[in-house]
C-alpha cells in the first residue's frame, strides 16, 4: 500500500512537470510569435531603406564565398559583406495574397505601406479597390525630404511602390507620371520604359521628362551633370547616361571603371537630400534579381557586392551622426532558387572558378545576335564562337592545346553536347523559336546557349539553382542605428513598415 501510494505521488509529480513544461512550452510559443513594433525613443533624422531585389541568405552567402576564395587558403574562407555585420538582425516572411512565392509588387507594398496584396499589384488591397499610401508620402508630409534611387528603371515595381498606387506593375506610362507629380526630392539611377506612353498605346501622351520639369524637377543624365548635384540643386531626377533595353544601369561586371554605379547615386543623393530636416532614401539593387532570374551567378554576385558598397555610403552617414541615422537593409523575395551546391560536385565548391567569367549573360546575348544575325544559316558553327565563349567564361574544349594548363575548365563531353544542342536553338530565330516543355525546363525564356554557358560554369563552381523565377524562401533582415533593436527576431515583411512608422514616429 506505502509502495502504492508512492507511485501515485511520483505520478503526479511527472504529471505536474509535464504539464508545467507544456504551458511553458506554449506561452513562449506566443511570445515568440510576436513582434516588438513600437519605438519609444526620439525618431532619426537620416532614414535609409536599402532593398536587394532577388536577395536573401543564399546571394549574400555566395558573395561572401566568392570573396572569400580570392584569398587563395588552403580551408574554405568567406569575407562578410560589411552590413551583415549590423547588430540588428532578423528575418522576414515574404509570401504574399496569392501565393508564397511572391512577386516585386506585392512584397515592395508590404514593405512600402505594411499591407499583404496580390501579385503584381502596387500600393492597393487585393481586391483592387483601396489605395493605401506608403510610408514615404507620410514622412514627406512631416518634414522629412525623399529620394528614390534604383538599379533598374525608376518606373520599375520596386521603386514604384515608394511613390505609386497601380493595380497592375506594367502600367509604366501611368506610374512615370506619377512619378513625375510628385512632391519627392530625388530620383536616381534608372530611366523609363515608356516615357512617352507609346508602349501603352497612348495617342498625344505628354513625355514624361516635360511633366517632370513643368512641376520643377530638374532633369540630368550625364556624368559631369550628375556629380555636379548637391543639396542646392532643388528636386532632381537623374538618370544613368548608358542604360540597356529595359532603361536599367547596365549590370556591375559590365560597367566600365569610369561609369557610374549605384554606389555613386546614393552618394550623390545623401548630398542633395542634404537638410537641417532630415530625409528617407529608399535603394533598390534591381539586377540581382534579373542575374538570378537568368541563373548568373557571377552577374547576381557582383551586384551584390556593389549593393553593399552602396550600403556602405549610407554607412558614412551613420559614423557622422550615428544617435540620428537608422539603416535597414533586406530583400523583397529571393530570386532564382539559389543553392550552394551541386550534385556534380557533392561536397565541394570552387568559387575562383566564376572570376573566369568577364561579361554577364546579357552582354554575351549581344554577341549571339550579332553571330546570327551576320552569318548565312548553313556557315554557322558552334566552332565558331569558342574563342568568345574562352574569352567571357574561361570554358575551353578537350581539343584546345589549353585544355593541359586549363583542366578545370575544360568541357566534357557531355557539357559540349548540351552546347552544342543550345547552339542549336540560339541560331533560330527567338520570335518563332518554339521550345518543347523539356527545353523550357533547360532554358527558360533566356538564350539557350547564353543560360547553357552559365549553368556549366556554376555548376563546375559547385553551385546551381533551382527556377528561373522567385522562390519562396524568406529574407534576411539587417539594421544599425536608432531603433535597430527592432529587427532582431521573426517577423512578416509588414512588420518592417510597422517598425519604420513607429521609429519616425508615424501615428496613421
Known amino acids: 500500500m506505502k509502495n502504492k501510494a508512492f507511485s501515485i505521488i511520483s505520478l503526479l509529480l511527472v504529471l505536474a512537470v509535464v504539464l508545467s513544461g507544456f504551458l511553458t512550452t506554449e506561452s513562449l510559443a506566443q511570445a515568440f510569435s510576436k513582434t516588438n513594433n513600437t519605438h519609444n525613443g526620439k525618431a532619426p533624422k537620416y532614414v535609409f531603406l536599402f532593398i536587394g531585389d532577388g536577395l536573401s541568405f543564399p546571394q549574400i552567402s555566395s558573395a561572401e564565398m566568392y570573396l572569400g576564395a580570392q584569398k587563395r587558403t588552403t580551408t574554405p574562407e568567406k569575407k562578410a559583406l560589411d552590413f551583415t555585420n549590423f547588430s540588428g538582425v532578423g528575418v522576414a516572411s515574404t509570401y504574399d495574397t496569392d ?7 506585392s512584397t515592395g507594398t508590404s514593405l512600402a505601406s505594411g499591407i499583404k496584396t496580390g501579385n503584381g499589384i502596387i500600393n492597393m488591397d487585393a481586391a483592387k479597390k483601396v489605395k493605401v499610401d506608403p510610408i514615404t508620402r507620410k514622412l514627406k508630409d512631416m518634414g522629412y525630404k525623399i529620394g528614390v534611387v534604383t538599379s533598374v528603371s525608376l518606373d520599375h515595381a520596386t521603386p514604384a511602390v515608394f511613390y505609386a498606387n497601380q493595380e497592375s506593375r506594367s502600367n509604366y506610362y501611368d506610374i512615370s507620371l506619377q512619378l513625375a507629380n510628385s512632391e519627392f526630392d530625388y530620383f536616381g539611377g534608372g530611366g523609363f520604359v515608356d516615357p512617352t506612353g507609346t508602349k501603352a498605346k497612348l495617342t498625344n501622351a505628354e513625355n514624361v521628362m516635360d511633366v517632370a520639369k ?3 524637377f530638374k532633369v540630368v543624365n550625364t556624368k559631369e551633370e550628375i556629380l555636379g548635384l548637391n543639396n542646392e540643386s532643388g528636386r532632381v531626377i537623374a538618370i544613368n547616361p548608358r542604360l540597356d533595353a529595359s532603361s536599367a544601369m547596365p549590370y556591375t561586371m559590365d560597367t566600365k571603371a569610369e561609369e557610374l554605379r549605384l554606389s555613386d547615386f546614393v552618394k550623390k543623393g545623401i548630398e542633395v537630400l542634404d537638410n537641417s530636416k532630415g530625409y528617407f532614401m529608399m535603394v533598390e539593387s534591381g539586377k540581382i534579381d534579373w542575374a538570378c532570374h537568368a541563373n548568373d551567378a557571377a552577374a547576381s554576385i557582383h551586384d551584390t557586392i556593389e549593393f553593399n558598397n552602396a550600403i556602405m555610403e549610407a554607412y558614412k552617414v551613420y559614423e557622422k551622426y550615428p544617435n540620428d541615422t ?3 537593409v533586406t530583400g523583397d523575395h529571393e530570386t532564382g532558387g539559389l543553392t550552394i551546391g551541386f550534385a556534380g560536385t557533392a561536397y565541394s565548391t570552387f568559387f575562383n572558378k566564376l572570376e573566369k567569367q568577364t ?6 546575348d549581344k554577341i549571339i545576335t550579332s553571330y546570327r544575325a551576320n552569318t ?3 556557315n554557322q558553327k558552334l566552332v565558331d564562337l569558342l574563342p568568345e565563349i574562352e574569352k567571357a567564361y574561361g570554358l575551353i574544349p578537350a581539343s584546345s592545346p589549353k585544355a593541359g594548363a586549363n583542366a578545370a575548365f575544360v568541357l566534357t563531353d557531355d557539357e559540349q553536347s548540351a552546347l552544342a ?4 536553338r540560339s541560331m533560330e530565330d527567338p520570335k ?3 521550345l518543347s516543355s523539356s527545353e523550357t525546363i533547360l532554358y527558360g525564356t533566356y538564350e539557350p546557349l547564353s543560360v547553357t554557358l552559365s549553368h556549366i560554369l556554376n555548376n563546375k563552381a559547385g553551385i546551381s539553382f533551382t527556377t528561373y523565377a522567385h522562390s519562396g524562401l524568406p529574407v534576411p533582415v539587417y539594421a544599425i542605428g536608432v531603433g535597430q533593436e527592432l529587427f532582431n527576431g521573426s517577423y512578416d515583411n509588414t512588420d518592417i513598415n510597422a517598425k519604420l512608422k513607429s521609429i519616425t514616429k508615424i501615428t496613421k
Do not use: Y
Not at 99 to 105: N, T
Not at 359 to 364: A, G, P, Q, R
Open 99 to 105: 501565393s508564397f512565392i511572391p512577386d516585386s509588387a
Open 214 to 216: 513643368k512641376n520643377g
Open 326 to 328: 537608422l539603416i535597414v
Open 359 to 364: 561579361v554577364s549573360f546579357e552582354e554575351f
Open 376 to 378: 548565312q544559316p548553313e
Open 421 to 424: 544542342a543550345a547552339f542549336k
Open 432 to 434: 518563332t523559336r518554339k
